[in-house]
């Protein structure tokens, strides 16, 4: 058997065209603003497709390239003038930051409702307690690739290899709400491929090139590849997933990488932007309303 290629680019596109039909309705164009610190090589690049992106589809967007030795304060700093602008509808803080930054705070100190990453704990909770907030990139991306190709969660046993908060562990949270069977695994699983081999729906999430194998997968399992790992080619550093490419000997349908994942979680990061100015603009007549006796 060969596996089914379920490819990023028309589910990604799929996903723009709906956003962009709900740019009309809106009194303003969004504005998504993402901030980077430093010049890691990956992470400007990510940095410079989301602002392209942004621009196809019709956002407004703004890059502040911070130098390496910004501080926290002044980041948090940033974070507040934006936070407080009806202008910015959308605030990014590219990760990993630099050592001398906590995550945490940078990420609490985002408005919730401009939080388009779905980072903040605010969002977090909201995820699992499935009331409306803005859910994290990939993993949002993830379920829309599932829908796009017509693969339905229900009732299927779903198991997750990696624990992330960006990834693992808030994909659990939709898929239970898809009415998936979820089982997270990680690096303390005893005997990983008699887990994962239960898998109806097998989604990989760990950052290590190739650790699924054919042996660890059910025939006719639907395997999902999260992982972006850098490996060395003869002549260039290519992208490989976490997947082994013999797994599609087995697998009924896989995502590629490059082009399967990665491209949904852009395209769900500028759905999210736009979701993002939807709420505040309920948000600005709500309080309006409220402030009118
Ligand atoms: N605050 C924050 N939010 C993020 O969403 C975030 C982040 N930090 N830090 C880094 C990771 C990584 N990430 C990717 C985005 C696009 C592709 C993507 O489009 N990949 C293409 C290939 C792109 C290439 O060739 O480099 C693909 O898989 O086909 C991958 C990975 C977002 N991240």
């Given at each position: 058997?060969?596996?089914?290629?379920?490819?990023?680019?028309?589910a990604?596109?799929?996903?723009?065209?709906?956003?962009r039909?709900r740019?009309?309705?809106l009194s303003?164009?969004?504005?998504?603003?993402?901030?980077?610190l430093?010049?890691?090589?990956?992470?400007?690049?990510?940095?410079r497709?989301?602002?392209?992106?942004?621009?196809?589809?019709?956002?407004?967007?703004?890059?502040?390239?911070l130098?390496?030795?910004t501080?926290?304060e002044?980041l948090?700093e940033?974070?507040?003038?934006?936070?407080?602008?009806?202008?910015?509808h959308?605030?990014?803080?590219?990760?990993p930051?630099?050592?001398?930054?906590?995550?945490e705070?940078?990420?609490?100190?985002i408005?919730p409702?401009?939080?388009?990453?779905?980072?903040?704990?605010s969002?977090?909770?909201?995820?699992?307690?499935?009331?409306?907030?803005?859910?994290?990139?990939?993993?949002?991306?993830?379920m829309?690739?599932?829908?796009?190709?017509g693969?339905?969660?229900?009732?299927?046993r779903?198991?997750?290899?990696?624990?992330?908060?960006?990834?693992?562990?808030?994909?659990?949270?939709?898929?239970?709400?898809?009415?998936?069977?979820?089982?997270?695994?990680?690096?303390?699983?005893?005997?990983?491929?008699?887990?994962?081999?239960?898998?109806?729906?097998?989604?990989?999430?760990?950052?290590?090139?190739?650790?699924?194998?054919?042996?660890m997968?059910?025939?006719?399992a639907v395997?999902?590849?999260v992982?972006?790992?850098?490996?060395?080619?003869?002549?260039?550093?290519?992208?490989?997933?976490?997947?082994h490419?013999?797994?599609?000997?087995?697998?009924?349908?896989m995502?590629?990488v490059?082009?399967?994942v990665?491209?949904?979680?852009?395209?769900?990061l500028l759905?999210?932007?736009?979701?993002?100015?939807?709420?505040?603009?309920?948000?600005?007549?709500a309080?309006?309303?409220?402030?009118?006796?």
């Amino acid at each position: 058997m060969s596996a089914r290629e379920l490819r990023g680019g028309p589910a990604a596109d799929a996903l723009l065209a709906d956003a962009r039909t709900r740019l009309s309705d809106l009194s303003a164009t969004p504005h998504l603003h993402v901030i980077r610190l430093g010049e890691d090589p990956a992470s400007v690049s990510y940095v410079r497709l989301k602002d392209k992106k942004a621009r196809e589809i019709g956002l407004h967007s703004t890059v502040h390239a911070l130098g390496e030795e910004t501080s926290e304060e002044a980041l948090l700093e940033l974070i507040g003038t934006l936070n407080h602008d009806e202008h910015a509808h959308g605030i990014l803080v590219q990760l990993p930051l630099p050592r001398h930054v906590s995550t945490e705070p940078v990420i609490a100190a985002i408005d919730p409702f401009k939080d388009v990453d779905g980072f903040h704990p605010s969002n977090v909770g909201s995820l699992w307690s499935g009331l409306p907030g803005l859910p994290p990139c990939t993993p949002a991306g993830v379920m829309a690739m599932l829908a796009h190709y017509g693969i339905s969660a229900a009732g299927r046993r779903a198991v997750i290899v990696g624990r992330s908060n960006i990834v693992g562990k808030p994909l659990a949270a939709l898929l239970l709400r898809a009415d998936a069977t979820v089982t997270i695994a990680h690096s303390r699983t005893p005997d990983l491929a008699q887990v994962t081999r239960q898998a109806d729906l097998l989604f990989a999430a760990v950052g290590r090139a190739g650790l699924i194998t054919p042996e660890m997968v059910q025939e006719g399992a639907v395997v999902v590849d999260v992982g972006i790992n850098r490996v060395r080619g003869p002549e260039r550093d290519r992208l490989v997933g976490d997947v082994h490419p013999d797994v599609a000997t087995v697998a009924s349908a896989m995502t590629p990488v490059p082009g399967g994942v990665g491209p949904l979680t852009v395209a769900q990061l500028l759905a999210n932007t736009v979701r993002a100015a939807e709420l505040q603009h309920y948000q600005r007549h709500a309080a309006l309303r409220q402030a009118t006796p």
